[in-house]
């Protein structure tokens, strides 16, 4: 008795038998390989989402300040100072300040004090001329909006040949703060601002 020989295969199926079981060996390890991937990225997009809006978002703030300054003529030997105070906030996120909170913002004109040459100069201990409160009058609060930009305007009236500092204080609950200063002198010719900034 002569036993049974199988039939060959024609080349196409075996190349087509070779693919199948290749995909069915592939195909586990790709879906494996994918869950991971979404789970992966899940994970990134959470890890973001709580950097953004714990580590550096809703208790941490920053707004950048800047200080403007123009001369305008009054009366006499009068100056119109017309001060701009801008403010940024740089976040994707938003800042109130509340004035219930003793949140602050003001703008302080102090005169520059007297002192001996080659000492050193502390402008916060000048004489005070005025201390104008940025806070909106009609608002319980100030609220920056994630990358806005804002500018308030403070007019002060100086003598010509006043040397005063301006220093723009924005302050949340007494401890933490942001703060820009210059110092000038009002010049009579052409209503010229003479401006150190820092």
Known sequence: MNPQRKPRLPVESKQDALKAGLVTR?????ELVLKLASIAAIGAAGCWGWYQFNLGGNNGWMVNLSMTTKVLPYKDDLRLLVVHVNSKNPRNSTIEFIQSEHDSYDLTVRKLPDVKSGKALDIDKGELIAKID????DSLSYIFLPNA????MATVV???????????LLAKKDYDFVRTCQEFCVRDQNFIVSQLRW
């Open 149 to 152: 930009e804002f500018d308030d």
């Open 134 to 137: 940025l806070m909106p009058s």
């Open 158 to 168: 100086l003598p010509v040949g006043s040397v005063v500092s301006l220093s723009a």
């Open 26 to 30: 592939v195909t586990p390890i790709v």
